[in-house]
């Protein structure tokens, strides 16, 4: 029996320690907003946050995430409980063509806006590099990026409150 913390909720589940993170947030905690890209880390469709961090789930083992967060899409804003601001300005900057790699792409967006809420393009090109996205979307993704941080700093909201 593994402990797991999934967006702030405790959870035991009963598998194979070398299991990846994405098969069992997906398959045992039913939440499927996590997608399955590769299944080599290379493509960033997988992408989690581990203790605030971005990983490759789809290569991760769940024995990494035994008793630390894990957050997932699902659990850095909802409808029903407020959009993060890099959800609502993939909205707004209309980000996804075909959708399959977003919460990847969302989820590596969130984490770079924590560690450094003024990126320029270059920190932009850097932290994303590793997602990639088969519609092209790029452009759409760093002015996404841009505005989120915009609206996080002028609003004098604190990055470490969001996913």
């Not at 996590?34 to 960033?44: H, I, Q, S």
């Not at 789930?57 to 890099?86: D, F, M, Q, Y």
């Amino acid at each position: 029996m593994i402990t797991l913390i999934v967006n702030g909720k405790e959870t035991q589940v009963e598998v194979d320690n070398s299991t990846p993170i994405l098969w069992v947030i997906r398959e045992e905690v039913k939440l499927t907003g996590t997608k399955f890209g590769c299944g080599a880390g290379l493509c960033g469709a997988c992408t989690v946050h581990l203790d605030g961090k971005p990983i490759r789930s789809c290569s991760t083992p769940i024995s990494a995430a035994e008793n630390k967060e894990i957050t997932t899409i699902e659990g850095i804003g909802t409808l029903e409980s407020g959009l993060h601001p890099v959800q609502q300005a993939w909205l707004d900057e209309q980000v996804p063509q075909c959708g399959y790699c977003q919460s990847g792409q969302l989820m590596s967006a969130v984490a770079l806006l924590n560690e450094n809420p003024e990126p320029s393009d270059e920190d932009i090109n850097e932290a994303m590099k590793g997602n990639i996205c088969r519609c092209g979307m790029y452009g759409r993704i760093k002015k996404g990026i841009h505005r989120a941080a915009d609206t996080m700093n002028s609003s004098q909201l604190n990055p470490e409150n969001y996913g």
